[in-house]
Each structure stands twice: as structure tokens, then as C-alpha cells.
């Protein structure tokens, strides 16, 4: 029993230690708050982390959440009392709730110079844009054999609806992963009425081997072998002829073409002012970091003039779709109850 | 002051602060909350499915319990013992590792999946077989315990008067393990209508949310708080009802004398046997064998694809937060069965025993909400100091800490404290020299309950995990959800050896009691 008693209060000191050590540091440090992926060894924050610790001497705390969307809601939680300088992984299915917050302010205009044009989150310049990729289903050819090659021969309604091709696909949850939710919005902007957007999805769940909360639960499912397609990025690909050398994951490309998604970066209102914004933005959209993000976030970076590495070179660039913005919050809500409805009635 | 009086203070002070408090200010919000806007977004299959694939679920696991309690009494084959311990080992697997392990067996690409390629995995299959691996075995052990203590004389009357073997049973020993079985039914169906991981990984979408899921989506991703509240509501309301059939204590039992030993079915006599046999381990294997076999195999290649500087802070902080746990419910679990023995007022007795059983019939997400809501201005500080997590936990693990202690302590004699009176010892004296070294042995078994408890639980943990830290069972389900599913093998594994070690712990204590 002593050795237990003991033990707790070597852990309870330690942890008052530390606490004490990280007050005293914060107001030398940078907070961000982020989704997972974008943590851990190599990654992209990985990379931000060390460059900014050694170009300012400050500290970067990177706090991960399973979503974008649960660290933008710990911000609404925290409120005024929030951690958070930054919120790092913004896409435009949570654009419009960040906004709605008004917890955030508006990047300044300089870090928008370098940038390429088309890839933005909004006029208002709320969020600085630092990757975007463009939405694809994935598939190993090794397990799936199309009578004929489908790419750039169909449109997704045809692909979707077409009894030969799809028996095992995974697709993200939208009520959970701003993946699934803008794959939803691309379904609804092609099909262009309710009735034909129901008709669509009716159609697509028998095909559907599950539907994953999340990305990476999602492609690992696939990698898994659990499903023959997965809703992911084109430059899931170039991850594969990068890391793995292995050359069967192909990209399914449709003539009607794809969506961007595009992540960005928020300054939260109650950091203001911080003189760790401007390094920490700086580093973000710089020529240094930009050239990392293709191959940690396996995604374009969004900096105008970044040379890509060999393995996104290969990749074909699909047309793109643009998704308006004009969707607010409660028809977010409303869209993704009337899909849950549907996928609820499925046979 | 009297050990009773502060036995009593320790215990309703946690209690109100941590439980009642948080819960009933949890019920006064959602009364005030509940309007037909907010329940207009609540579908009603969602309470329907809840509670539908909870019953399955139970039924199913009750069938399966059943029959595996009544051929491991009624005859003797190979591995029987191998039988019964792997039974008992299930009910304390995370909820993760066994996820991960059904995958690897039965899903689409699994070792078996890929032999029945026409069955898909995800949805209620998947659901169904992890919620029947994990509660088969609450029924295998308290049927098994009745039939072994069950008086069996009408059996045999019955029997001697022609009735079939059949009719008997479910004539005569059913209506006798009607007590046993439906505690075990409420115990299961409680588990089955709170369960969070399996649901989210196994489901599949909207389709197989549970009200589980929804009051987490409505916090962590909606962050529609009154609506996790009517569903924290409603959640509440089943559990209470199933918690109608649910006894903390056991079943009377025989006394030595009366207890009759002997088979009445004797399957070894009707060539039963080979049926019974080939029956019970071809389920075994199938349901339970396999899955750990597997997560093992494929463990020890994860296992060395980890990287030692990222193990060693989910394994500290799991650590550190099970010793905290552990300490923490033992301590509330001693007083509230040092005031369970020694309160003269039947009231008290009850209360206390019904206080320590509520657990049961709140889930995780019920706990953390309603404490996120008391707490808000101090969310913070909880998230900080792991104290929602350590809150969560020791409510969950304080019904089997305090069945385990206020059974110890029900067995202490009364003529041991008359002669301990007799001597002029005090109630302070008798607490530390008598009472303490007696039930020590629980003590301990209480303290490993708790820890194997809180290092498998990853719920709450979810809920207020903070500063990127983590533990070990919250990297693993990290580690799912991020497709390292060879990694989340190898943590699986370490948690899995984890478990195996308290359970050794927790069978030779219970063995020394």
C-alpha cells in the first residue's frame, strides 16, 4: 500500500511541477490548437514546431483534437478564457461556423501576396489558406478490375449509379468529418435537386461497406483490404509512389470534376495582441514550410511558385467544382439530418 | 468522532459532489431544456435502436451464457477449465483491443472474413458478436454460480417421475435461476444500451448510432449541449428501468451442508459429450479464442513497429491515472461498506447500496457531460489535471469495489467484534486492527478491479483528453482512427498483457480471500 501512496505523490509532484514550469513559460509560447493528423513525428506541425521553437526561441504548443470541428468547439467552450492562438486546419465545412463565432479575426492582407488566387476560404480573408487538395475515390487495381478504364468517361452520378463498378466502397461520415461533409455537398451540387440528390444516395448505400467517422479510419479500412475504393484525396496517390514505391493505388477521375478542399489557418480574437502571430504565420505560408506540405500533408501546398516533388508531378489535375459558400450553419444541420434520414431508410 | 460518522462524511461528500449533484443538476437543465425544437431533432429510432440491439444483444449472450454454464456443470471435457478462465477474462478487455481483434477475424479481410465473403461485417453482425463476446460470460458466472449452489432435490424428483430432461429444465431450474438470470440480463442489457466504442468503430454511420454516440456527437462535434442533455434524459430513463432487475448482491446462497453437488442432466451419459464439447469450443473458438490469438500474432509485429519515446507517455499517464482511480475508489468503496455493515438504520443500508449501484445504470458520456456542465467554468482545470477523467472512472469502477468489499465485510463475525469489545478496544482500534487486516485481501482485489477499469476505459477519457496527452487506451483508439492499425496491434498487445496481469493478480487475491 506505501508503494501506492508513494507513487501517487511522486506523480501528483510532478505534475504540479510541470504545470508550473508551462504557466511560467506561456507567456513565451505560441498556442495552437489542431486535428490529429497534423501532430505526431513528421508531420506538418512536427515540421512547424521545431522551425519555429528554433526561429523565435519561443515555445509551440500543439493541442490535437480528433476533428477540426472539436477543436473549433473547444475554442466556443473556452470561450474568452481560450489557450488557443491559433486554429490550424480550418476547412470550408467549418468555415461558416468559425465565422458564425465571431471568435476570430481577420488574417492580415501581406500573407495573402504569395498565394495562388483561386485558393481561398472566403473574401473576408478570416482563414489563410496553407494546403488544398482535390476530392477523388481511390482504388487498388490490383483488387478491383473496371471492364473498361472509367477515368475522365464518366461523371460521378454515372459511376454511382452504374451496377457494374461499385460493390465495396468506404466513404467518411459527414456528420462527423468535413470530408464526408464536402463529398455530401459535391453529391448535392451535381444531382441539383432534393429529389435526385435522394434518388443518388439511395442508390450509393447498398455499395457502401461502411460509412468511417473519419478519414484515416476510412483509407485504413482500405489499405486494410475491407473495402475496394475510398473517398480521399488525388494526392493520396503520390503518398503511395512517394513512401511505399507501390504504383496500384489509382485515382478515379470524373469529367464533371472534383471539389477543392482547402485548409487554413485562424488567429483567435482573444490572442490579440501576441507577438508570436506574425513568426508563426510567417513560417506557415513561407517558401520553407509550403515545400514540406506535400509531402507530410499529402496535399498541394497553397503558396504560388512551390516545387513539387516527382511523385505529384505525375498526378493528372483534375477540373475543378466549385462549392458555393453560401451554406450556412443551419443548413449544414438540415442537410446532414435529411442524409441521416436517408441512409436510416436504406434498404 | 466515530469511524461511522466519518465513514459516512467520506462517502456522501464524494458522492454529492461527484454523483448526485452533477446528475440532478444534468435532470433539472434537461426539464428546462426540453422543448419541441430540441426533441424534434431526437428521431425516435435512435431510442429504439438503443434499446433494440441492447436487448439482442443480451438475449443472445444470455442463450450463449447459458448453455455454456450448463455444459461446463453438467459434464467434464478437455480444456473445461481453459473454457472457464478465457470466459472470464473477456468482461475485462477494452472495449478497443476487442474491437481490433474482431476486425482482424471477421472483417471483410480477417482470417475468417475472408471465408465468408457474402457476410458483411460492419453494422449489426459486428455489433452483435462484440457485445456477446464481452457479456457472455456475466451469465456463464452467475448461472454457473447458482447451478453449483443450487439445491437440486426437485430436479431429481421431477426426473424420477418421468419428465423429460428437458421439461425439467425449463420447468424446475429455470424458474430457479429466474433471480440469477435476470440480474445477469439487466447487467448486460445496461452495458449493451450504454456501449460507445463498439457502436462508433463496428456500426457504420447513422444507421447504428445509439444514444451513446449521439450525446457525444452532440457535445464534441455538434456542440449542441441541449440536445445532449434530453438524450443524457432519456439515456437516464432506460437505464433506470432496466435497473429495476438488477441486485448488487448475490444470490442467497446454500450453506455447506445443503448443497448438493451432484448433476441431475449428466450429459456424459446420453453421448452428449462429443456435442457438448465440439459445441462449446468451436463457439470458444470462433467468438473468443481466435480474436486473441490473432490480436496477439498480429501484436507482436506492431509491437516492434513502435517507437519506445512515444510509449512511454500513455503508459506513465495510464499509470498514473489508474493508481489514482484505484486509490480513490478503494477508499469510497471501504466507507461505504464500513457504513453498509455497521449502520443500525435499514434505510441507510439501502441508500448506500443503491448509491453504489447507480453507476451501473449511467454510461460514461452521461457522467462527463453532467460534470462538464457543473464544472464549466473550471473545464480547464479538469482537463489539466485528468480529475474528469478520474471522477468518470472511480464512478464506474465503484459498483464491483463495493460488491467486492461490502461481501468481505458481511462475512466478518459478530462474536469477533464482541470479543474485540470485551477487550476495550475502541471502534477506531477495531477498524485498523481488525477490520483492515481482514478484508486486506478485497482491498487489493478492489484496487485491481478499478485499475484494469481505468486502463482499459477510454470514454471519458475521450471526452476530456487534453494537451495532447494521452493514454494508453485513447492511443489506441487514435491509432485506429488513424489506420496504423499494425501500431494500435502493438499497444493493443501491451494492453493486453496489462490486463492479464491484473487478472492474475485479481484471481490469486480472490483465490487468498
Same mark, same amino acid.
Given at each position: 500500500m506505501s508503494f501506492w501512496i508513494l507513487a501517487l505523490f511522486f506523480c501528483c509532484g510532478r505534475e504540479a511541477l510541470s504545470d508550473s514550469v508551462q504557466s511560467a513559460e506561456k507567456s513565451e509560447s505560441l498556442t495552437v490548437y489542431t486535428y490529429d493528423a497534423m501532430t505526431g513525428k513528421n508531420s506538418l506541425g512536427d515540421k512547424l514546431k521545431r522551425d519555429f521553437e528554433k526561429n523565435t526561441g519561443a515555445k509551440l504548443n500543439l493541442v490535437s483534437f480528433g476533428s477540426v470541428g472539436e477543436a473549433l468547439n473547444q475554442i466556443v467552450i473556452e470561450g474568452k478564457k481560450t489557450r488557443a492562438d491559433v486554429l490550424l486546419g480550418i476547412d470550408s465545412s467549418f468555415a461558416n461556423r468559425a465565422r458564425s463565432t465571431q471568435l476570430f479575426v481577420k488574417v492580415p492582407e501581406k500573407y495573402f501576396s504569395e498565394l495562388q488566387p483561386s485558393i481561398d476560404l472566403g473574401k473576408d480573408h478570416l482563414f489563410l489558406p496553407f494546403d488544398y487538395g482535390y476530392l477523388a475515390f481511390i482504388y487498388n487495381i490490383q483488387r478491383v478490375k473496371f471492364k473498361s478504364d472509367p477515368s475522365n468517361e464518366t461523371t460521378l452520378s454515372q459511376f454511382i449509379n452504374s451496377p457494374e463498378n461499385l460493390k465495396r466502397v468506404v466513404i467518411e461520415d459527414p456528420r462527423t468529418s468535413s470530408l464526408g461533409f464536402t463529398f455530401l455537398r459535391w453529391t448535392q451540387e451535381i444531382t441539383k435537386s432534393e429529389d435526385n440528390l435522394k434518388t443518388l444516395w439511395k442508390s450509393f448505400f447498398p455499395k457502401l461497406v461502411t460509412i468511417a467517422p473519419s478519414w484515416s479510419g476510412a483509407y485504413g479500412l482500405f489499405l486494410k483490404g475491407e473495402a475496394d475504393l475510398v473517398l480521399s484525396y488525388s494526392t493520396s496517390r503520390a503518398y503511395h509512389l512517394e513512401k511505399e514505391h507501390r504504383s496500384q493505388f489509382e485515382i478515379l477521375f470524373f469529367k464533371d470534376g472534383h471539389p477543392l478542399q482547402v485548409e487554413g489557418a485562424a488567429i483567435v480574437k482573444h490572442t490579440i495582441p501576441s507577438k508570436w502571430i506574425d513568426?508563426?504565420?510567417?513560417?506557415?505560408?513561407?517558401?520553407?514550410?509550403?515545400?514540406?506540405?506535400?509531402?507530410?500533408?499529402?496535399?498541394?501546398?497553397?503558396?504560388?511558385?512551390?516545387?513539387?516533388?516527382?511523385?505529384f508531378k505525375e498526378l493528372p489535375v483534375p477540373k475543378s467544382i466549385f462549392l458555393s459558400d453560401d451554406f450556412t450553419e443551419l443548413d449544414r444541420k438540415a442537410l446532414i439530418q435529411r442524409w441521416s434520414e436517408w441512409v436510416v431508410s436504406s434498404p | 468522532m466515530k469511524p461511522l460518522y466519518l465513514a459516512s462524511s467520506i462517502f456522501f461528500a464524494f458522492i454529492i459532489v461527484c454523483l448526485l449533484f452533477p446528475v440532478f443538476h444534468l435532470v433539472w437543465l434537461g426539464v428546462q431544456s426540453i422543448n419541441v425544437e430540441t426533441l424534434g431533432l431526437i428521431p425516435l429510432r435512435l431510442v429504439w435502436f438503443t434499446c433494440l440491439q441492447a436487448l439482442i444483444s443480451a438475449v &443472445?449472450? @444470455?442463450?450463449?451464457? %447459458?448453455?455454456?454454464? +450448463?455444459?461446463?456443470?453438467?459434464?467434464?471435457?478437455?480444456?473445461?477449465? &481453459? %473454457?472457464? $478462465?478465457?470466459?472470464?477474462?473477456? =468482461?475485462? &478487455? #477494452?472495449?478497443?483491443?476487442?474491437t481490433l481483434a474482431l476486425i482482424g477475424v471477421w472483417g471483410? $479481410?480477417? /482470417?475468417?472474413?475472408? !471465408? =465468408? #465473403?457474402?457476410?458483411?461485417?460492419? @453494422? /449489426?453482425?459486428?455489433? &452483435? +458478436?462484440?457485445? %456477446? =463476446?464481452?457479456?457472455?460470460s456475466v451469465f456463464f458466472k452467475n448461472v454457473g454460480q447458482s447451478l453449483k449452489e443450487m439445491d437440486r432435490t426437485e430436479e431429481k424428483i421431477a426426473l424420477s417421475l418421468g419428465a423429460t430432461k428437458w421439461t425439467t429444465f425449463c420447468k424446475v431450474s429455470l424458474v430457479k435461476l429466474r433471480s440469477s438470470i435476470l440480474q445477469s440480463f439487466s447487467i448486460v442489457f445496461l452495458y449493451c444500451s450504454a456501449s460507445f466504442f463498439v457502436v462508433l468503430i463496428l456500426g457504420g454511420g447513422p444507421r447504428f448510432s445509439t444514444l451513446e454516440t449521439a450525446i457525444y456527437q452532440a457535445i464534441k462535434v455538434d456542440l449542441n449541449i441541449p440536445l445532449a442533455v434530453c438524450l443524457a434524459m432519456i439515456q437516464i430513463c432506460i437505464c433506470l428501468l432496466a435497473q429495476v432487475f438488477y441486485n448488487p448482491q448475490s444470490p442467497p446462497r446454500l450453506s455447506a451442508e445443503s448443497r448438493h453437488s451432484e448433476r441431475v442432466y449428466n450429459l456424459n451419459s446420453d453421448g452428449l459429450r462429443k456435442f457438448v464439447f465440439w459445441g462449446v469450443w468451436i463457439v470458444s473458438a470462433l467468438l473468443v479464442l481466435i480474436p486473441v490469438i490473432n490480436l496477439v500474432v498480429s501484436g507482436l509485429g506492431g509491437f516492434f513497429k513502435l517507437d519506445v519515446s512515444d510509449l512511454f507517455q500513455p503508459l506513465l499517464l495510464s499509470f498514473i491515472v489508474g493508481v489514482q482511480v484505484s486509490l480513490l475508489t478503494s477508499f469510497i468503496a471501504l466507507s461505504a461498506a464500513y457504513i453498509h455493515k455497521h449502520t443500525n438504520l435499514p434505510w441507510v443500508r439501502r441508500t448506500v447500496s443503491f448509491i453504489c449501484t447507480l453507476p451501473v445504470a449511467l454510461s460514461t458520456m452521461v457522467f462527463g457531460l453532467s460534470l462538464i456542465l457543473v464544472l464549466s467554468t473550471s473545464l480547464q482545470w479538469m482537463q489539466d489535471k485528468w480529475v474528469g477523467v478520474i471522477i468518470v472512472q472511480t464512478l464506474s469502477a465503484l459498483p464491483m469495489s463495493f460488491r467486492i468489499l461490502s461481501e468481505s465485510f458481511s462475512k466478518l463475525e459478530q462474536e469477533i467484534y464482541r470479543s474485540a469489545e470485551s477487550l476495550g478496544t475502541g471502534k477506531f482500534q477495531q477498524l485498523f486492527l481488525l477490520e483492515i487486516p481482514a478484508v486486506k485481501k478485497s482491498i487489493a482485489l478492489a484496487m485491481a478491479t478499478s485499475f484494469g477499469i481505468s486502463i482499459g476505459e477510454a470514454g471519458a477519457v475521450l471526452l476530456f483528453e487534453s494537451q495532447g496527452k494521452t493514454t494508453l487506451s485513447l492511443w489506441l483508439f487514435k491509432l485506429?482512427?488513424?489506420?496504423?492499425?499494425?501500431?494500435?496491434?502493438?499497444?493493443?498487445?501491451?494492453?493486453?498483457? =496489462? !490486463?492479464?496481469? %491484473?487478472?492474475? !493478480?485479481?484471481?490469486? /487475491?480472490?483465490?487468498? $480471500?
Open positions: 513568426p508563426f504565420l510567417n513560417l506557415l505560408v513561407g517558401s520553407e514550410v509550403q515545400s514540406q506540405v506535400p509531402t507530410t500533408q499529402w496535399m498541394y501546398p497553397a503558396r504560388k511558385g512551390i516545387v513539387l516533388p516527382a511523385s | &443472445l449472450s @444470455g442463450v450463449l451464457g %447459458i448453455s455454456f454454464a +450448463l455444459a461446463c456443470y453438467e459434464t467434464d471435457f478437455w480444456g473445461k477449465k &481453459l %473454457i472457464i $478462465r478465457f470466459s472470464e477474462v473477456t =468482461f475485462f &478487455l #477494452p472495449t478497443l483491443l476487442v471483410n $479481410r480477417g /482470417w475468417l472474413g475472408q !471465408m =465468408f #465473403p457474402w457476410l458483411n461485417f460492419y @453494422g /449489426w453482425f459486428a455489433v &452483435l +458478436l462484440a457485445h %456477446i =463476446f464481452f457479456n457472455y485506429i482512427g488513424k489506420y496504423q492499425f499494425e501500431e494500435a496491434q502493438g499497444v493493443g498487445l501491451i494492453l493486453l498483457l =496489462f !490486463m492479464l496481469l %491484473i487478472f492474475t !493478480m485479481k484471481e490469486k /487475491w480472490e483465490n487468498l $480471500r
